[in-house]
């Protein structure tokens, strides 16, 4: 069994910042790829934000140079650090990690719940 706990979301002005965490729990051999997805009402859900387990990054373009993603290996934790938030960040964001559970020879995709942010104009 294996849980991701998201935290962090909230309402802010356009301009602030927020600061999003996924923390995994449970019989965890391996974290791979994480990242951060969005889903804003009416639209798909987008990858924002992913880190792989080498610490490579890949960010939307909507997104570079305001959102930094980040992982804690030793608390299995994922972050994104969001900042110039603007009306448009306004979503629905869900962190997804790839991870190999103990016993187990192969990995697959688990999803946070999702954490609402709103940014107000």
């Known amino acids: 069994q294996v849980d991701l706990v998201e935290s962090g979301g909230g309402l802010v002005q356009a301009g602030g910042s927020l600061r999003l965490s996924c923390a995994a729990s449970?019989?965890?051999?391996?974290?791979?790829?994480m990242g951060w997805y969005r889903q804003a009402p009416g639209k798909q859900r987008e990858l924002v934000a992913e880190?792989?387990?080498?610490?490579?990054?890949h960010y939307l373009d909507s997104v570079k140079g305001r959102f930094t993603v980040s992982r804690d290996n030793s608390k299995n934790t994922l972050y994104v650090q969001m900042n110039s938030l603007k009306p448009e960040d306004t979503a629905v964001y869900y962190c997804?990690?790839?991870?190999?559970?103990?016993?187990?020879?192969?990995?697959?995709?688990?999803w946070g719940q999702g954490t609402q942010v709103t940014v107000s104009s």
């Open positions: 997804k990690c790839s991870i190999r559970p103990r016993l187990s020879s192969s990995a697959s995709d688990y």
């Open positions: 449970g019989r965890i051999s391996r974290l791979n790829a």
């Open positions: 880190i792989t387990d080498g610490g490579s990054t």
